[in-house]
């Protein structure tokens, strides 16, 4: 059942992340955890608590397409007819990334997922915030992801009011992760979005 956050709420979750708190918010698969992906210490904080290797990578989640500037370096134009057919969903994209991107963003790859969440409160969220937010799951490394509020308190001793409490998310699988390389869309990691539904996409291209 999904439950009614308050403008309070939402205010002071916005508040935690510009002073680099961690919030954890519900998203169209699992509850994820937002930080400011520009603040070095936030994510150093996202790491510990995750207890997640340095070379991994943090997806990402923005309001609308509007936000990759600055986030990417350029965008494949096959990306473009994704992003219109498939957004807002559970599909990220992989970008190569703007130089100007903290390493531990990107998992020093030098590339940067990014999907705009159908989720309508992960959407309140990065639109109030004004500015993308990381979307990684909210799990201890190698555990469950967690799919309610109190799981995330449970699992990772999160402050109940860095949890923006959203009812039970769907689990199951995460998104769908596709990447570009050498002119071709290729699938990085299976998800609710399955690929035959993307080539069957990208076959009316």
Same mark, same amino acid.
């Given at each position: 059942?999904k439950?009614?956050?308050?403008?309070?709420?939402?205010?002071?979750?916005?508040?935690?992340?510009?002073?680099?708190?961690?919030?954890?918010?519900p998203?169209?698969?699992?509850?994820?955890?937002?930080?400011?992906p520009?603040?070095?210490a936030?994510?150093?904080?996202?790491?510990?608590?995750?207890?997640?290797s340095?070379?991994?990578?943090?997806?990402?989640i923005?309001?609308?397409?509007?936000?990759?500037?600055?986030?990417?370096?350029e965008?494949?134009?096959?990306?473009?007819?994704?992003?219109e057919?498939?957004?807002?969903?559970?599909?990220?994209? &992989?970008f190569?990334?703007?130089?100007?991107? !903290? #390493?531990a963003?990107?998992?020093?790859r030098? +590339?940067? *997922?990014?999907?705009? =969440?159908?989720?309508?409160?992960?959407?309140?969220l990065?639109?109030?915030?004004?500015?993308?937010?990381?979307?990684?799951?909210?799990?201890?490394?190698?555990?469950?992801?967690?799919v309610?509020?109190?799981? &995330?308190?449970?699992q990772?001793?999160?402050? !109940? #009011?860095?949890?923006?409490?959203?009812?039970? +998310?769907? *689990?199951?699988?995460? =998104?769908t992760?596709l990447?570009?390389?050498?002119?071709?869309?290729?699938?990085?990691?299976?998800?609710?979005?399955?690929?035959?539904?993307?080539?069957?996409?990208?076959?009316?291209?």
């Amino acid at each position: 059942m999904k439950r009614q956050v308050t403008d309070e709420a939402l205010a002071h979750a916005c508040a935690h992340l510009r002073s680099g708190g961690v919030v954890a918010f519900p998203t169209e698969t699992y509850y994820g955890l937002a930080v400011d992906p520009f603040n070095h210490a936030a994510l150093s904080r996202l790491f510990a608590l995750k207890g997640r290797s340095s070379d991994k990578p943090f997806l990402l989640i923005i309001d609308n397409p509007s936000q990759l500037v600055g986030l990417v370096a350029e965008i494949p134009p096959i990306f473009t007819m994704l992003m219109e057919k498939f957004w807002p969903g559970p599909l990220t994209l &992989v970008f190569p990334g703007a130089p100007s991107l !903290p #390493g531990a963003l990107t998992g020093y790859r030098g +590339t940067i *997922g990014v999907r705009v =969440s159908s989720h309508p409160l992960a959407r309140q969220l990065v639109r109030a915030f004004g500015a993308p937010i990381t979307a990684t799951s909210a799990n201890f490394s190698g555990q469950p992801a967690a799919v309610t509020a109190s799981e &995330v308190h449970d699992q990772l001793g999160l402050d !109940p #009011g860095a949890i923006l409490d959203g009812g039970e +998310t769907p *689990g199951g699988q995460g =998104s769908t992760i596709l990447g570009y390389y050498e002119g071709r869309v290729c699938l990085l990691r299976a998800g609710v979005i399955p690929f035959v539904q993307i080539e069957a996409a990208l076959a009316g291209v």
